[in-house]
């Protein structure tokens, strides 16, 4: 059993596109249960609803490189349109450098598969920047 009182939580809003039914389940379940409010999607043009609708301030996206419908960066490129203090973390299956080539080199990045520690320390560290 995990020690929770070393993971560090907090009460922000995450936006989470993941098209990958077990990852966004698992992911959106570990952040509620660690304090965070969470709007889940399974595709960039949800997510974009969602941030729609929503009313108060969305700290952080947490986006797949790939999704289906757009990529990720793309995403939170419209995203920044209407939110443009929104800090953004990006996850792939894909080594960061092969995403760099293709993407901004210097985005917030985290390798699948990770484990609850490190995703619940890198929010955190993304979150925290000035």
Sequence with gaps: MRDKTSIVGGNETILLAEDEDAIRITTQFFLEDIGYKMLVASTSEEALLKAEEHTGQIHLLLSDVN????????????????SQDIKKLFMSGYTASIIADDHDADMNFLSKPFTHDTLAAKI???IDIA
């Design 67 to 82: 999704l289906p419908d757009m990529s990720g960066p793309d995403l939170a490129k419209k995203l920044s349109e209407t």
């Design 124 to 126: 955190r560290e993304v």
